[in-house]
């Protein structure tokens, strides 16, 4: 089989370099950490902004319905006299903080994988990023389960019991952040490997 002059096969992508790998994984768990810590500090608002929207809409219903009830009456007065106006910067500054978090997280993870000579920093960053969110979600789903039937088998309030949860609390919170490391290291690795820059093979005449 001949091979006609000038032919040049396609380019080849070797695997990824020590250097590169040990920057996709430093990347990828401190950049996903900080977006996570971003991401749930901006939550906080949101969320509280609409948990009050919904019990305002609730108890206006409870109101029309139930104006007679003293008790209902009374409760509702107390939540009118309620004053958000003194939480509304506190929280803004939680949310203005978090985007900050957020967009640091971004940069820091770029900035890593270039320092690294890993190929295309800031694509590697976005679509890391959007698989280490997806994951994370699929994995909060999973571990959601047990949790709930943790939590539907709990005693009473003795001491033994409050200390169990506690515990299962501060455990949770370390696996979780654990899982959290993991997903950024093999989400920014992954997209590192599969955006990893060809080398030309040599010229075949």
Known sequence: MSVQAGYQPPPVRPPLSPREKSGARLAGIVGFLLLSLGFGLLAIPLSLLALGALFATVLGFIGRVS??????DQFIRGFE?????????????????????????LFVSAGILRSHDIARPWAVTWAGAGIAIVGSWLLSGLTAVPAGLF????????????????????????????????????SWWWMAHALRRPVAPALVV
């Open 81 to 105: 006299q309620f004053n958000p106006t003194a939480w509304i910067l506190p929280l803004v500054i939680v949310a203005i903080v978090g985007l900050v978090i957020m967009a640091a997280a």
């Open 151 to 186: 939590g539907s088998f709990r005693g009473d309030d003795s001491a033994a019991t409050v200390g169990i949860g506690i515990a299962v609390a501060v455990v949770s919170f370390l696996v979780g952040l654990l899982a959290t490391a993991v997903i950024g290291w093999l």
């Open 67 to 72: 104006r007679d009830d003293r008790g209902i």
